[in-house]
């Protein structure tokens, strides 16, 4: 990452309940887990380079879960549902432009501008997790939408699958 002119930062001890995360999500106790937080701020561009920095990992065969982890006051709704149709609707949108940017790089047009919203900080967790993740699945929509009720409160898990 640092060759791609990120600033990596490693700081503090691994916490028992990573780990404990990690075990209940799997159904196995891994040998080792890492935790990866992505600050807010940087463009979304940016957030996909992380992505693609991270799927050497991926193709080593590491499992990479990306996770949307809200901390809200009470009463909150802490998570935006699979059936989301804004979010589904901006993976879709992030498609399709990566699928025209891939038919204009074969084309004879030379030259591309830069769009402003590209150029805009990143100010929302959600859209900095799912920047990364979809680059990590290869710039494609998810193949599996997933979400379940944790319990009564209102907490629940929601999330997008690619797989390799």
Request: glycine content about 8%; aromatic content about 6%.
């Amino acid at each position: 990452m640092a060759e791609r002119e990120f600033d990596v930062a490693i700081a503090g001890s691994r916490s028992p309940a990573l780990h404990v995360l990690a075990e209940s999500m799997i159904g196995l106790a891994p040998d080792e887990v890492i935790e990866l937080r992505l600050n807010t701020g940087m463009t979304s561009d940016s957030y996909r380079q992380i992505g693609r920095c991270l799927e050497a990992l991926r193709d080593q065969g590491v499992l990479l879960i990306c996770l949307d982890q809200k901390d809200t006051g009470a009463g909150e709704i802490t998570h935006h549902q699979p059936h989301d149709a804004s979010i589904r609707n901006l993976i879709q949108q992030w498609e399709h432009e990566q699928l025209w940017l891939q038919a204009m790089s074969r084309s004879n047009l030379v030259g591309r501008r830069k769009t402003p919203v590209r150029d805009t900080p990143v100010a929302d967790p959600t859209l900095c997790v799912l920047n990364t993740a979809f680059s990590l699945g290869g710039l494609k929509a998810p193949q599996r939408v997933f979400g379940f009720s944790l319990n009564e409160g209102r907490q629940s898990l929601a999330g997008y699958g690619w797989m390799q």
